[in-house]
């Protein structure tokens, strides 16, 4: 949770996610998470006037408000996902609770990968580009896009979900499940016992160091997010991938092997696409999540002050 | 080329693709074509006020004009498809020539699926729905899109040019690879000697008899298209395609097969989406171009006199 106001950025606390107790917990933890902010912030959270949040998705609708699908943390969602976690949520009603909080304060929930790119539109290094797309390259894939200006949205507020985009004739092979931080590592650790604790740096490291199998692993995991990105510039005719996200500190190794397969799918759509990192990187969903909200005439002092570079508060409440 | 006017439609008149000659031929047709329907319609090329067009695509940017550099039509673009046009074109000036015929007339240029869901919305079954794709079943796979009631276009008015998103880890596995009329015909042809006039709706009928290689072919080409709809849904959390084209005039065997194994992928996304058959048909494209450049004042009127049920005069040029 970050409380901002037009200056700046005045407190940032977070906290891991719970995913134990009923379908309330998520939203009881962001209330609690709220309360605690502005209890630093020395404010109430009746002065708060709007609240923007970046989630995870998909997102359903139930009555007015978007409650949280995300098979990544509903339990309950029998779909094939790598990690299945100990809860039977079927779904996270987020934003009722939210919208009990303060009776004057708007609310708007997106995807945090949609968040990211609003903030990389507004703030970020293509500032203004009208056909625009961020991809976080982390656990999972994450995707925001505008096409001709306009933030792609769908009728439950899950465009893009370019993570889960069918990649090969596989039932459940996506971009996500074949080259995801998490996929890289399990790929890595198949076959080796007590290699649980891998972590996709240490697929890129073993890579760097000549090791085969690393190799194998990366270039396929490569050559796949470049085909989804590909797939994604043939379907929305993007000029501009911005992609961060934690396997983005190997920007150096993979950014390399990911241009070489991108352009070579189907040059008509993707020749002069340019895909460069997030200059935004780490704080980029909190700002897309107040950029959702943010009133315009902050905008302005934000682009020239840039007060995310001088996020010192960042408080992990225990 | 088809002319209309706020009544209804004048005059239709349609000749074969020219492939051959220089990259001006396909306009020349045009600009004859349009010249023919003149005179059938007496009127003069300068009282058209308006020129839509739908176009088989992607297209480019040369200056302020859009030329075509479909690689069915260009022979210089040297892709992997599936037919081989004889000439080495690499663009086509199409709007060009088209800017050269009247001072006064606006032009639009779009994909023909493109233009094909504008009149989708506008006249067909799902009026009015923001979040709508057409996609075109065919000798390949064409589609058009509207996310939140915006019309997809990108930076080169290619979007969503969804048949050629990759659908498998080979090279050049697109839905149109693997799914078009086409590529179900080729493949029922391969290893079958003197077979090379087979075209889909023969495959569709042995299915039907109980030919085993039809039916593997249809039930396989049946899943691409499906999981190809479903990686559009996920993308664009579509909630309506509207299917049309000539392989859909075997609807009845094949929107079956379609949709069982549409509902299949990503449930999250695809549960609730509408599957249908185009109600407008044979006239969706020359609609949909009209639409393009069609004064408000008239949808109405043609909404309710729906004047392409009627269009008697169809000429074909020798």
Redesign the interface.
């Known amino acids: 949770v970050t409380i901002a106001d037009r200056k700046g950025i005045i407190v940032v606390v977070q906290q891991p996610t719970i995913k134990k107790g009923n379908n309330k917990a998520i939203p009881n933890q962001v209330d609690f998470l709220i309360s605690q902010a502005c209890l630093k912030a020395g404010i109430s959270k009746l002065h708060l006037s709007a609240i923007g949040v970046g989630s995870c998705s998909?997102f359903?609708k139930r009555g007015k408000h978007i409650t949280v699908?995300c098979?990544t943390l509903c339990g309950g969602?029998k779909?094939n996902y790598l990690v299945r976690p100990p809860n039977r949520w079927t779904e996270i009603p987020l934003e009722h609770k939210l919208s009990g909080l303060n009776p004057g304060c708007k609310i708007k929930i997106m995807n945090d990968a949609v968040v990211g790119v609003v903030a990389e539109r507004l703030f970020g290094s293509a500032a203004g580009e009208?056909?625009l797309a961020y991809v976080t390259w982390s656990t999972g894939i994450g995707?925001g896009a505008y096409?001709?200006g306009?933030l792609?949205?769908?009728?439950?507020?899950?465009?893009?979900?370019?993570g889960?985009?069918?990649?090969?004739?596989e039932?459940y092979a996506t971009i996500e499940s074949l080259s995801s931080g998490t996929s890289i590592a399990k790929s890595f650790a198949s076959g080796i016992k007590g290699k649980s604790k891998i972590i996709a740096t240490d697929v890129v490291v073993a890579y760097q160091k000549g090791d085969k199998k690393a190799k194998k692993i990366i270039i396929n995991a490569s050559r796949?997010f470049a085909?989804g990105l590909?797939?994604?510039a043939?379907?929305?005719?993007?000029?501009v991938f911005i992609v961060g996200g934690g396997v983005m500190r190997h920007k150096d190794v993979l950014l390399p092997l990911v241009k070489k397969e991108f352009y070579?799918?189907?040059?008509?759509?993707t020749a002069g696409v340019k895909i460069t990192a997030s200059s935004l990187s780490g704080f980029v969903s909190d700002l897309g999540a107040l950029a959702l909200v943010m009133p315009e005439s902050w905008i302005k002092e934000w682009r020239k002050k840039k007060p995310w570079k001088k996020c010192i508060n960042r408080l992990l409440i225990g």
Not at 152 to 162: I, M
Not at 164 to 169: D, I
Not at 234 to 239: E, F, G, N, P, V
Not at 264 to 269: G, L, R, T, V, Y
């Open positions: 998909p359903s699908i098979p969602l779909y009208d056909n995707t096409v001709d306009h792609l949205q769908g009728k439950n507020c899950n465009a893009p979900h370019g889960h985009m069918l990649m090969s004739n039932e796949a085909r590909a797939s994604i043939i379907l929305l005719d993007t000029q070579k799918c189907f040059p008509a759509m």
